[in-house]
């Protein structure tokens, strides 16, 4: 099978003390009625960074409990979403992509889907860039909390081609070792693949990574990269997966990557999902963020939560998303 087709057939897996001075929506422009929230462009000033939170599109879970909850009686999992308010049948996941200006830097903390499956609803944030008058060759750096194809999958084009050709991607060592150790250990996960689909599963995330060549750079967690980035090891969803705080100034901002995917798992971390590699470790730590993230009052930014993912978490008796509230998307001061 050719790199062209692989890409097209093969499935996709699955801080804090103060808050940005400044943000306001960007013109937005979209030409395909049937994309969902694809156009929207926030900007942020955090100290003498500038922060854009961009749309990738969105993904499509039907049913949820396919994928959230996979232990919880169905009962219970719909209740609980009723409560939230959120559609029992239908989970609708923004992909939402950070990028950070600082003063001679373009720098992308992931990369969204990218266009491999041919699907309108994803892979929009080579235009999105664009919109706000970003080219991709303009992009220095590349960031990468995880392998899976919602977060890689974007660095590459549908022909094998780098999507940002100027940039050198970050990605945490230990993470990049167990995908391209010969036997990656999921006996952990509870998500049930035949040996066809594992393989296609692992393929997808190789041989992306192996198309960025000598553009590849390590970490490991608890590194400061560029004097903004200081990077946490969340393990679980992936043995890698890495959380980053940007830092400027005093003030911060929190990425969680895929610790959380919907308030679900915010107001019911426990109930655990299936993506994650280590199920029981998955929880372990999305209880401990959780936690953390309420004590400190910590801004927070998520991959996949509604766009643009950006706010706080509550607690009463369950944790709770509280999005980030503002009078005017124009000019807001804080």
């Known amino acids: 099978m050719n790199r062209r087709k692989f890409f097209q057939t093969t499935a996709l897996s699955g801080g804090l003390l103060a808050v940005p001075s400044l943000m306001s929506f960007l013109p937005k422009k979209t030409t395909d009625s049937n994309v969902v929230a694809t156009g929207c462009n926030l900007k942020i000033t955090l100290g003498d960074l500038e922060l854009f939170l961009l749309s990738d599109g969105y993904m499509n879970v039907t049913p949820p409990q396919s994928i959230f909850a996979p232990q919880i009686p169905k009962k219970d999992f719909v209740n609980q979403m009723q409560k939230l308010y959120l559609n029992p049948e239908l989970m609708q996941m923004s992909v939402n992509i950070l990028l950070i200006k600082s003063a001679n830097r373009y720098i992308l ?46 660095l590459t084009t549908p022909d094998g081609k780098l999507t940002f050709p100027n940039a050198q991607c970050y990605i945490n ?51 400061t990269l560029f004097g903004i980035l200081k990077t946490e090891l969340a393990e679980g969803h992936t043995p890698g997966h890495t959380l980053v705080t ?68 509550g607690k009463e008796k ?17």
Do not use: M
Request: hydrophobic content about 30%; charged content about 20%; some cysteine.
């Open 246 to 313: 940007i830092i400027s100034e005093g003030r911060s901002l929190k990425h969680l990557a895929d610790t959380v995917h919907s308030p679900l798992l915010i107001s019911k971390p426990d109930w655990g999902v299936l993506w994650d590699t280590d199920y029981q470790q998955g929880i372990y730590t999305r209880l401990r963020v959780l936690e953390n993230c309420y004590k400190e009052h910590t801004l927070i930014l998520a991959g996949h939560l509604p766009f643009p993912g950006l706010g706080y978490i």
């Open 109 to 154: 903390i992931d990369s969204g889907n990218g266009k491999h499956s041919g699907k309108t609803n994803i892979g929009r944030l080579p235009e999105n860039l664009i919109k706000i008058g970003v080219s991709p060759s303009d992009i220095t750096d590349v960031f990468i909390t995880h392998a899976h194809g919602d977060h890689i999958g974007g």
């Open 318 to 334: 369950d944790y709770r998303w509280v999005p980030f509230s503002y009078a005017s998307p124009e000019d807001i001061i804080i």
């Open 173 to 223: 060592k230990k993470e990049y070792d167990f995908w391209l150790s010969p036997n990656p250990d999921f006996s952990k996960t509870k998500y049930k693949r035949t040996p066809q689909q594992l393989e296609q599963y692992l393929n997808y995330s190789r041989n992306i990574l192996k198309a960025l060549g000598n553009h590849l750079r390590f970490f490991s967690a608890g590194d």
